[in-house]
């Protein structure tokens, strides 16, 4: 029953109003898919702004590296014009050349930042060039004494040598001397080719030449004492000395170095032509013996001796092949004494080269003005563009997710009110459906109606039953009140028919009261079922011949069905006799009461085509069954004559009870009926395990 005071129960102060106050914004759905939409905007902006910054890096790592690969080439040109000019005379061509080549600006200048080569101008070496469109820092610094390692890779192979090999100054020999050693140096190409050698003869920078090997690199670079012994006869065979202009080079080199080694106190050395050092000259005395001096052990010293000997014969071989390509040390020792020499040798050839080789100068490429790497320019400008960007897009996005939001949180609050009315007794009035149903939220608008409708009607339902159990109740409680007050006032004697009357209306409320208790148990799940094996056929004649004296009385015949002969028996169910008895029981019993005097109630089982349903028929010829009213004859306390008369009707529990056995046992039932032809109730049993009951039932 309604309460319209329950809102405001004392022990439930405010809990109504609280309930359906606003949330705070953090907490809210709108509140979080704003913060996810800002986040999910912030992560996308910074995404793009990684992949452009990515792929413009990429791009500038390839033009980058295109411009080095120009820059080297310009910048190996003209180092190797300084290394072969004494001066820089005569280069402005060979500047134009490379900037006609490259498409870019190149421009020399002294130490003083001076102009005298510009690709720009037209004019000759020494042309007004303004130092104002230099840019501040050079691209390069020319000077074949000093190698920039960056550009020329090659040049950090030899050290701390960065000597252009191709600046060889007194080292260059004459057209005659030249022709002399090519001479010697093709008799031993020839000599190691009648051996089986190949090998071919190379100039070095300065005119000297040499004899490489053509060796197959899958035999690892190994040779065997044969071919180093047929090498070596050949080289014998064509001597290639040191020529008079290489001899007074090196002894002008090998002054320098000394007096370098003597200003360090450093004893003198003597070089070879390969620029390595004999040490032998240095100690003067036996390796071992001064091993030992040094505080080495006599193992330690032979070693070191070993060592020396080796390093001997390797420059022997060096000198009898014609001298290395350049003219750098071979090798950098690990001693303080064989560093001080190499030191000193690189000094002494910078000396000497000096007067061959062009002056110092400083390289610029492209100068102000040119082309620098297009759309890469994070300036303040740029920096503030990019931020605005950003903010407009987390502006759209937080404006986007707002709209959004709120017409997500409106239904929903609709929905909310609407629950809190439910839940306070009140009458919830039906949430108006959005625009656009077919979505989630329109779905659980209409979701909720449809579940208030039916709350509705079951609260109905529920006042309907309790009034009928009131009346149910009511109409023998009055009947053993009044019989017992006539008693008990002398009116009525207490004979076998009172006692009779009494009794048949206990019994009649005893079934109630245990329809009910029925009801509840399978409401509550509680409902126990005791499984048997059980014969439909043999359950269906016991029911018959229990109301077969019911049937008779009423003028009704009551027919069973059986299999025509050679059918197959039913399969056993697995069934709680007594409940099942009882559900075609009630079926039987309600055909029976309306079918008129001279109708015809039949019963009949009959297996599915399927095989895995069992169903149970009780047919009748009575009034039938309204089409409005088949949707409710299985509602508890439902009876088609609304006045609830016990002549016409029982109490309107006995299909209910139907439906949950049948339920309890895994089954249905449905009915079917035309008004005025009579109705057909079928209940619906599975098979499923009736052989392994059927097998376990038996001794």
């Excluded at 001066?87 to 050349?97: A, K, S």
């Excluded at 609304?642 to 049948?662: D, E, H, M, P, Q």
């Excluded at 249905?668 to 049993?685: K, Y």
Aim: with cysteine.
């Amino acid at each position: 029953m309604r309460r319209p005071d329950r809102p405001d129960r004392p022990d439930r102060p405010g809990k109504g109003r609280a309930a359906g106050a606003r949330l705070p914004l953090r907490k809210s759905l709108a509140g979080r898919l704003l913060t996810v939409s800002a986040l999910v905007a912030s992560c996308s902006v910074a995404a793009t702004a990684w992949l452009a910054v990515q792929t413009t890096s990429v791009a500038i790592r390839q033009e980058q590296g295109q411009t080095l690969q120009s820059d080297a080439k310009i910048y190996n040109t003209l180092l190797g014009y300084a290394a072969t000019h004494p001066g820089w005379d005569g280069v402005d061509t060979t500047v134009r050349e490379l900037a006609s080549e490259s498409g870019r600006r190149i421009v020399l200048t002294d130490e003083g930042r001076h102009p005298f080569v510009d690709s720009a101008d037209s004019h000759s070496p020494g042309g007004s060039s303004s130092t104002d469109s230099l840019a501040s820092q050079p691209s390069a610094v020319v000077d074949p004494l000093a190698v920039d390692t960056v550009l020329v890779p090659d040049a950090a192979k030899a050290g701390a040598d960065r000597v252009d090999p191709r600046a060889v100054g007194p080292f260059r020999l004459p057209a005659k001397e030249r022709a002399a050693l090519r001479k010697a140096s093709a008799g031993r190409v020839e000599c190691l080719s009648r051996m089986g050698i190949a090998a071919d003869v190379v100039d070095s920078p300065g005119g000297r030449p040499r004899v490489q090997f053509v060796r197959d690199e899958t035999e690892g670079g190994t040779d065997s004492e044969i071919d180093r012994d047929m090498e070596a006869k050949c080289l014998a065979s064509y001597p290639v000395d040191p020529t008079p202009t290489e001899r007074k080079a090196l002894s002008a080199l090998n002054q320098l170095a000394d007096a370098c080694l003597k200003r360090k106190g450093r004893a003198a050395v003597q070089l070879n032509l390969d620029l390595s050092w004999d040490r032998s000259y240095v100690y003067g005395r036996d390796d071992v013996a001064l091993g030992i001096e040094k505080g080495l052990s006599e193992r330690e010293a032979a070693a070191l001796a070993a060592k020396k000997r080796e390093d001997a014969e390797t420059a022997e071989r060096k000198a009898a092949a014609g001298g290395a390509l350049d003219y750098t040390p071979s090798e950098i020792r690990d001693s303080a004494y064989d560093r001080a020499v190499a030191s000193c040798v690189v000094s002494a050839r910078q000396e000497q080269l000096t007067g061959y080789v062009a002056a110092r100068a400083l390289l610029f490429i492209d100068g102000p003005g040119a082309a620098g790497v297009p759309g890469f320019d994070l300036s303040r400008a740029n920096t503030a563009r990019i931020a605005g960007v950003t903010a407009l897009v987390l502006a759209l996005t937080v404006g986007a997710s707002v709209l959004a939001g709120a017409r997500l949180v409106r239904p929903l609050h609709a929905l909310t009110g609407a629950a809190q009315r439910m839940r306070d007794g009140l009458d919830a009035t039906p949430v108006p459906v959005p625009v656009v149903s077919d979505n989630e939220i329109g779905r659980l608008t209409a979701a909720f109606n449809d579940m208030a409708a039916h709350r509705a009607r079951l609260e109905e339902q529920r006042k309907v039953m309790v009034s009928d159990v009131a009346h149910e109740l009511r109409t023998p409680l009055s009947n053993i009140r009044g019989w017992l007050e006539a008693a008990h006032d002398g009116l009525a004697d207490p004979d076998p028919a009172f006692v009779s009357s009494l009794l048949e209306e206990a019994v009649q409320l005893q079934h109630l009261i245990n329809d009910l208790q029925d009801l509840g148990a399978a409401d509550a799940g509680a409902l126990r079922l005791h499984r048997k094996p059980v014969r439909i056929d043999e359950l269906l004649g016991q029911v018959a011949s229990a109301h077969q004296g019911l049937a008779e009385t009423a003028g009704v015949t009551l027919t069973v069905l059986t299999p025509p002969p050679g059918t197959p028996r039913p399969p056993l169910l697995d069934a709680d006799p007594v409940r099942l008895r009882q559900t075609v029981s009630n079926l039987l019993s309600n055909a029976v009461r309306h079918t008129p005097a001279g109708g015809t109630v039949t019963l009949r089982s009959y297996v599915s085509e399927a095989g895995d349903e069992l169903a149970v028929e009780v047919s009748d010829t009575g009034s039938g069954i309204p089409a409005g009213d088949l949707p409710y004859v299985f509602d508890r306390f439902w009876r088609a004559e609304k006045s609830r008369n016990r002549s016409t009707g029982g109490s309107g529990l006995g299909l209910a009870i139907v439906l949950k056995l049948a339920e309890a046992h895994g089954g249905t039932v449905d009915v079917a009926s035309t008004e005025g032809e009579g109705a057909t109730f079928t209940l619906r049993l599975p098979t499923t395990g009736s052989e392994r009951t059927e097998s376990r039932g038996r001794p």
